[in-house]
Structures are given as C-alpha cells and as structure tokens.
C-alpha cells in the first residue's frame, strides 16, 4: 500500500509567542495535546533574554512603533540599572507571596518561603521572579527575566517602564524565550531542521523529560 | 499623500526633539519615610490627626511608608514610646527636630501659640527642639536617642543633653521630689565621662552611654538589673559599669526595653537587664541579671546586635541573622521561644542562587517588632503589628521577615513602638 504516512495531524501549541518574538515553543502532536492542561498546571518559570534600547520612547514599545518621545540616557550606569531590577525583583517577590493565596500565619507557608517554593498556582497577573543584566553598553542593554503567566508585551512595557524609572526611556529591541518549563533552546530545532526525522529524533529525547515532570 | 515612506520616518524620527530629565550631575535627594500609629502626632504629619478640609477624616494608622518633608538633611533619627526626634549634623542653630508626645517634656518646652508660659503636650509637626549650645553653629549633633518618657542628644565636642521624665534618674541628674515634668524647660548637659560619648541609647526608664575607650556607662531605673552596677536601685549620675566587660572594648551597645547588650571589638556579645523571656538564659536561671554577663554563642563573629522587649537579634561578620527570646522571632508561628539563638535563613532575605552577593547589613529592633536593612537598601520586618507599625500594608502580624515597599535605597530605619522612621535615598 503507497501513499503518505501521515494524513492528518492534530498540532497543538504551548505557551502563545508573540510574532515578534522568537524562541522556544512548545508543540504537541496527537495524543500528546492532552498533557497540555498538566504543563499549565506545573506553573513553571519561563526565562527570557531581552534586548533594550535607551533613548526613545514608541507607542508599542518596541523599536518598531510610532516614535513619542527621544531622551538624553547619558547618565545611566550600569549601577542605577541593577538598582531598578533590585526593586523590580523586590516588589514581584512581594506579588509572588501574595497572589499564591497561602495563609501567612501557618508554618508551612514559612517552610515553603524559606525554600522559595510559593508561587501562584492559579490565575494571576504576569510575575517576574528574577532579572539580571547580562550586558550593558550604552545605549543598548540586554536582561535575562525569569517569569510567570507573561505575555510578551508585558515584557516589552516592562522595558519601558525601567526607561522611565531611570528618568529616560527605552524601547525593547528583541524578545527570545530561552526556556520554557523544562525545554531549553538545546532540545529545540532550528528552522533547518523542520522535517520529520529531527522532529521524531526530538521527541525522543524530551520523552525522558516529559515523563519526570 | 499615502503613507509615509520610510526615509520619511526616519527624516521625521531624526528631527524630533531630544527630552533631558536628569542631567549628569544629577544628584540622589534623602528622604524620611515614617509609617505607623499617627494620632501621638509621632508621624509629624498633622493632617492625619487634624485634617485641613472638613470632610477629610483623620488617619489613625498609615500602614504604608509616606514620605516625610523636611527641612535639612536628617542623619539621624530615633522613635521612643509615642514621639520621635529626628538630627541633623548641620551647623545650622536648628539641628534637632522633635514631634509626637510632649507631656514629660522629652522634646523640650514647645511653646504654645495661644498662652505663651505654657508647653504643647502633643506636637503635630517636626519642630526644632532649642539645645542650650555653648557654641550653637560650630557644634553638630551626631546621634539621638529616645525612651519612654525621656530622650538624649549627642554632641561631638559638647556632651549629652537630656530631657525628659526624670522619676529613676535616667536624665542623669539627681530625683527631685514631685516635680512636675510637663512643660520643664529643664536640659541637662552631660560631661564627665572617661573619654568622649560616641553612642547614647536609651531603654525603658534607663540610659547607656558608650565612650571612645570601650566603657559603657549607666543610669536611670535598675530593678531589673538594666542599669548593670551590682544592684537593683536607681542610679542618678551616670556610672562606669564593670563585670565580664570591664577591660574590654565594646563597639555597640542597644536597649529598648529591660535588657541590653553590648558587642566588643572581638565579636563577643555580653549581656545584662531583664532575662524573664529567657533573654540571657544561656548563662543564668535567675530573672534579672544586674552585671553584664559574657553569653557564650557559637556562631561566630558578632558584628552588630539589637534588643527588643522580649526578643533579641545578632548579626554575624557573614551576615547571618540569629534572634532569640520570646514573641514572633522569623522563623514562622511555631517559634515563640528559644535560649539559644537561631538562624534565620538568608533565603528569606532575598539570598538565592541568582543573587548570592544579598547580605543583611543592619539590624534594628522595636518594642515586639524586628527589622533588617540589606547591603542592596531592601528593608524586611517582622514581628507584632501593632497598629501598622510593620508598614506592610496589611494589619496581620507578620512570622517571616517581609519586604517593606520603599521608593529609594533604605540607609537606615529606627524602629518604635507602633510607628517606624527611616531614612531613604531616592534612585
């Protein structure tokens, strides 16, 4: 008997990627669409790296949009940047315990505090549970945000938001998902290698990871 | 015609007008943030207690930090039970600024607008508190401190003032039968000591000097043994206390309520005052201690230790916190006592893997509340919230440090009973 293997295929998508974003997405194939509702439920960090612009300001606060505002970014070091995401990782630490709705006085919520393990484990704004800068030339400065229930724009209005904290402006220049749950960029496949054999070679290689999770 | 080409937008982009916000000399301001019970008037924000429009209502608790304008930079600041001082170093006439509860007169005699012999009881608003200053613009004022009912000031080349009740000698001065406190226009200067004053502190109804040499001296209340002299009276001049501290240096002293403790140069923490709650139940059974015992903690070097009412924390030279006491100590409802000091981990500080350079810095201690300032300017309490005091926000007390949202950098805080100050700089 001829003929194609494959007559249709049910796809499904992880966690939705922006179009001018890039990264890992997660899809699943067949029968792996119903360990979906599992991922959601892990609530596990995503991280990001993000690259920014100093100077301008845009209406969609990527370097694409309809320029608003420009402004001087001179006095900005890489001191006053790190400052910002300390406070940026203090306040969405604070979200982190308050919208995982754990009763404070218990001490199991100490025991888990003291390990770090309270996260939201229902529905909640986007939370961001670490940042670090990873390059600083002026104007341009890259991060790396660890984070949860985030969009890209969300990302992207938070680059802006340092721009201004830092009494100037920003626009985000890239956006690129580097892990997603337990799939890093190194299980992911480049667009070359979009054919059937690396996409069978691959889903092998995450079954391991899928089953521990 | 049509939309714009992109050498159009780029044109457009390139002529746009360049914005300047902060220029390169911009510089950080200091600010004082308070938070906590305002109707003493300790916040110095009158319109909490009295506000300037009918139909605003007063604002018994500010459970967030709201910022404090004032005049000078303010270097340091102090909360007794109910009303605070805040200092400056400047050489200016005004250096001390003082608001809340005047009824002992611990912020001097404020003259009252509508009858000139007699003293406000309650002050709304920071107002300068006159120093009898022999050279008023040269001298500045390096540290306050405040009790119960009294408070000291102190001055690098004039001594300690103090004002206030002086019922158990804690002013330093001898106990006068019946007076009258309220509305004294009394300030007692304090000079004779070994060497120069470099600290004050104040406990309940005591005070503690610290001088250049190491020694420390007392006065004031003693049934507890706080005063540290061998027995359990009053004191009225300041006297050189002896024990396991005599001959060595100490480099910090802290008393709020009826136990002190002092850390010398090498790292040892010695303790004397009240031990009910098991504060110094690591050397002794008995309940009141009256001369400083050495305690013998194993967990390294002391740099810096603070005592509450019934709680007590050290910091380590690695940054590592340990409290010990009775009430709510950090680490969660389970904890309410302990002898022996236990560490609080540094993962509720903010220490992780992605940012293992956090270390706490300071430790400071309120009536039944705790708080530590972290190398990073991120402030964390813990302990009873009483009427707000915590600044979280929320009214519920709090079992694990939490972060307390500051817009700036915290360089320091002093902690009181129901209300917190502190000193921030802006980004």
Known sequence: VRGPRFRKLKIGAGHRLDVKASGVFVLGIGHGNKLFTELYNCHLTKVYTVGGLFGKATDDFSDTGNLVEKTTFDHITREKLERILAVIQGTNQKALLMYSNIDMKTQEAYELAVKGLIRPMGKSPPIITAVRCLRFALPEFQLEIHCLHETQQYLRKMVHEIGLELKSSAVCTHVRRIRDGVFTVDDALPRTQWNLQSIQEAIWNCQLKVETE | ??????????????????????????????????????????LGVPSFVRPDAGW?????????PYRLETEEKITSAACGYGFTLL???????????GMGLNKDSQLGFQRSRRDQTKSYEYVLEPSPIPLPLEKPQQTRVLQVSCGRAHSLVLTDSEGVFTMGNNSYGQCGRKVVEDEIYSGSHLIHQLKEFDSRVVQVVCGQDHSLFRTKKG?????????????????????????KLHGDIAG???IQVSSYGDCCLAVSDEGDV????????????????????????HLPFKIGKIKEAACGGTGNVVLTEEGNVFVWGYGILGKGPNLTETAVPEMIPPSLFGWSDFSPDIRVAHVRCGLSQFAALTNRGELFVWGKNLRGCLGTGRMEDQYFPWRVTVPGEVVDVACGVDHMVSMVRSF
């Open chain 2, 1 to 42: 015609a049509g939309p714009p080409s992109t050498r159009q937008l780029r044109e457009a982009e390139e002529a746009a007008p360049v914005f300047q916000y902060a220029g390169k000399a911009a510089r950080r301001k200091d600010r004082v943030f308070v938070w906590g019970f305002s109707y003493s008037g300790a």
């Open chain 2, 56 to 64: 605003k209502k007063p604002r018994r608790i500010q459970p967030t």
């Open chain 2, 87 to 97: 200092a400056s170093n400047t050489r200016d006439i005004t250096k001390v600024w």
């Open chain 2, 215 to 239: 020694t420390i001296y007392a006065c004031g209340w003693g049934a507890d043994g706080q005063t540290g002299l061998g027995h359990y009276n009053i004191t009225c001049v300041p006297t």
């Open chain 2, 248 to 250: 060595v240096n100490i």
């Open chain 2, 270 to 293: 010695f303790g004397w005052g009240n031990s009910e709650y098991l504060q110094l139940a690591s050397v002794t059974e008995n309940t009141q201690v009256n001369v400083p015992r």
